[in-house]
């Protein structure tokens, strides 16, 4: 489960010099950002899209979800001078979605007692919307990470 997990999950590692008070600092530097930030913790945060395809994430609107977004933590380096920032995503509950509905839709084939034909489209549209879904989200996820980098490390 780890292998398909680490081929789902985005991580990125930046390095920065300095005090951890100079990446903080840095860290929180620069308004207006095109993602908002949540310190979750001491060295732990988050950085949410402020818009997003298909989550419906648009700044100003009242949502629960987050949308689009990635966590980083704050990590020392044997150089006390360096630090290092992960970043990563977590698994979407989209996934877990359309892979639940995948699964009733086997599940209510086999207890159907007619056993109707199933068209052959329907074999192949749930994993063909799941990798869709899946790769517009990723695409967003990497233009998230590519903007928090852009603010933290300016000549990238």
Same mark, same amino acid.
């Given at each position: ?18 005090? %951890? ?40 609107? %009242? ?22 920032i992960e ?9 877990? $979605? ?26 192949f549209a %749930? %994993? ?16 998230? $990470? ?11």
């Amino acid at each position: 489960m780890n292998a398909l997990t680490e081929k789902i999950v985005l991580k990125e590692t930046i390095t920065i010099s300095g005090t %951890p008070e100079d990446v903080k600092s840095r860290i929180n530097q620069g308004e207006p950002r095109t993602y908002q930030l949540v310190w979750l913790s001491d060295h732990k945060f988050k950085f949410i899209s402020n818009w997003s395809i298909g989550t419906l994430k648009i700044t100003g609107l %009242p949502i629960k979800a987050d949308g689009i977004k990635g966590h980083g933590t704050i990590v020392a380096t044997k150089d006390p001078s360096t630090w290092k920032i992960e970043m990563e995503t977590k698994i979407r509950i989209e996934l877990y $979605f359309f892979l639940v509905l995948f699964a009733f839709f086997v599940f209510a084939y086999f207890l159907d007692t007619d056993k109707r034909e199933i068209p052959v489209w329907a074999y192949f549209a %749930p %994993p063909i919307t799941l990798v869709w879904f899946w790769g517009v989200l990723r695409l967003q996820e990497k233009a998230l $990470f590519n903007r928090v980098k852009r603010h933290l490390l300016p000549e990238h």
